[in-house]
Structure formats: C-alpha cells, structure tokens
C-alpha cells in the first residue's frame, strides 16, 4: 500500500511537471510561428492581365490540344448541341433562355457525355479558366436531382 501511494504521488508530480513542460512548448512554438520568415512575393506577379479575354476560352478552336484519356471502350461521343445530351426540359430551357448559351463550350462537349451518359465513371476534367467547367459538374449534378425531394441530394467540394 505504502509503495502504491508513493507511486500514486511520483506519478501526480510528474504529470505536473510534463503539463509545465507542455505549456512551455506551446509558448515557443507560437513565438516560433510568428517569427518565421514569409516567401516574398511582390504585387507585380500577382496582377492580371487584363487584355487577356478569359471567355476566349469558350470557343477553343475544334483542334485545340484537349486530350480525352479513359480507360477501356469508350462509348462517348462529343456533343454538339446540348439537346445531344439526356438533359431534362427543364435544364434545357434553363442553358438557353435563362442562361443564353446557344452550344456546349469544347471543355463541355467533351465531358458532359462523360458525366451524363452511364456507364457513370469518376471524372478529372482540365481546361482554361472561363472554359465552362463549372456547367459540366453543375449540370452532372442537377440532372441527379429530385425537384420532389426537398433534401440535400448533391455535395460539391471547390476550393474556389
Ligand atoms: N456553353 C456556353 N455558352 C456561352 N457561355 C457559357 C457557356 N458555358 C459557360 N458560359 C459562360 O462562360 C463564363 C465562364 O464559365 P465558367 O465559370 O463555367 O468557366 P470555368 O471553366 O468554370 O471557369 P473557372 O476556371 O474560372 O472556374 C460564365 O459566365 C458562363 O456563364
């Protein structure tokens, strides 16, 4: 009994002691946060071109360097109307009257059959800024959806 209590105390001590020890660390390391130097960066290299049209980017050229990589048959085919693909009336009339797009962008041509047609496959998709991605995981995504069913039904994850 006599050694279980000493034992009991050294312990106590100790863990004090390590609780010191740990505050101690946190102190310095914060200081060290703060005093680490940051990588320069100046104005100049993070300004934007503005004579640059991004929306260019929608009319990419028909043999633009876009590469299609997908493994096994590939049974897609590009659209070149957006009727092309299995949208609903209602996503339909959203692209053209709402939105006044009048033909998938190159980026969405190619990937929207992709995402829409099964055999449904994991996509990574690259293209330009301003190229029309963001309609290819929107339209993937709202083609998904029950109108009837009031409950989140899609996730989308952009770092953007
Ligand atoms: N098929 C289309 N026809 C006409 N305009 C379109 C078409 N697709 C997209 N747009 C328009 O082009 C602009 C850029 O599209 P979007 O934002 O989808 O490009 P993005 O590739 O996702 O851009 P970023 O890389 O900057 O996120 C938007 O204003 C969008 O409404």
Known sequence: MADDDSTSSKDSSVTGKLADESDDVTAESEELSVSSPAVEVTLDSLAIDESRNVNNSLDDPADSNIRTVTPGD??????????????????????????????????????????????FKNLIAQAHNGSGKTTCFVLGMLSHVDPKLAAPQTLCICPT
Do not use: N
């Open 74 to 119: 590939t049974p897609y085919t590009s659209a070149v109307r957006f009727e092309d693909l299995s949208l609903s009336p209602e996503l339909l009339t959203g692209l053209y009257v709402e939105m006044g797009f009048q033909r998938p962008s190159k980026i969405q041509s190619i990937s929207l059959p992709m995402i829409l047609t099964p055999p």
